[in-house]
């Protein structure tokens, strides 16, 4: 089975920090993904990675970058959180035109 | 848990009863359709797919139907059972648009013992 890992159940964080938001996947899938999931707005694309230091923006790319510096591990970061960006964050990889598999979530606070 | 909705259609069920989820898609140049479970706590979990050259398949317990002439998409739980307690999530793709998904915003199903 695929495994994908986010490094953090729940975090909390402060307005103006700078936070990390690391994912692991063990498939040695291309492609992954990262989402955010809010009450009444569903999963909305965030960013997204076909390769290695590759990044793609997706629906909602402002306040955020990502890296991707091993194929395994995609990252978030949130430059200088706000409020608004508390929610629940969803990583996700992919091979190729398969099905996307998802982890956990991180439910990140910010104060 | 955390809550996924807080405004989500609600279905609930009899545990033995079959349940039918329905998602409307707007898109007609999606060629692929997928199914997602998502239980309190966890992330979305696969179910079944479908290509759009199907209009039927059939898995474990499930079935999903897809009328691409309506755009819609069900998916059928036969034999209900407490464990499907969960929202559920359709999501479709656009070749056209880099193979994305776009996921529909869920069905909460609650299994009535």
């Known amino acids: 089975d695929v495994k994908v890992t986010q490094s953090s159940r729940y975090l909390v964080k402060r307005t103006g920090e700078k936070v990390f938001l690391e994912c692991v996947q063990d498939m040695d899938h291309e492609n992954m993904f990262w989402y955010r999931q809010d009450p009444g707005l569903g999963l909305r694309l965030i960013y997204f990675s076909y390769d290695v230091k590759m990044k793609e923006k997706g629906d909602i790319p402002e306040g955020y970058s990502v890296s991707r510096e091993k194929k395994e591990r995609f990252s978030l970061i949130l430059e200088s959180a706000s409020t608004n960006q508390t929610s629940m964050y969803l990583c996700a990889s992919r091979q190729g035109i398969q099905p996307q598999h998802f982890g956990d979530g991180t439910r990140l606070s910010i104060l | 848990g955390e809550s996924v909705g807080l405004h989500l259609p609600t279905l609930s069920v009899q545990e033995g009863d079959n349940s039918i989820i329905n998602c409307a898609y707007s898109?007609?140049?999606?060629?692929?359709f997928i199914w997602y479970k998502q239980e309190s706590g966890k992330g979305p979990q696969f179910i079944i797919d479908i290509r759009s050259n199907m209009d039927k398949r059939q898995g474990q317990r499930v079935t999903v139907l897809l009328n691409k002439t309506v755009k819609h998409l069900s998916l059928q739980i036969a034999a209900t059972q407490p464990g499907d307690s969960a929202v559920y999530f359709c999501?479709?793709?656009?070749?056209?648009?880099?193979?994305?998904?776009?996921f529909g915003g869920g069905t909460r199903v609650l299994v009535k013992p």
């Open positions: 898109n007609s140049a999606s060629d692929y």
């Open positions: 999501a479709e793709r656009d070749p056209a648009a880099g193979n994305k998904l776009t």
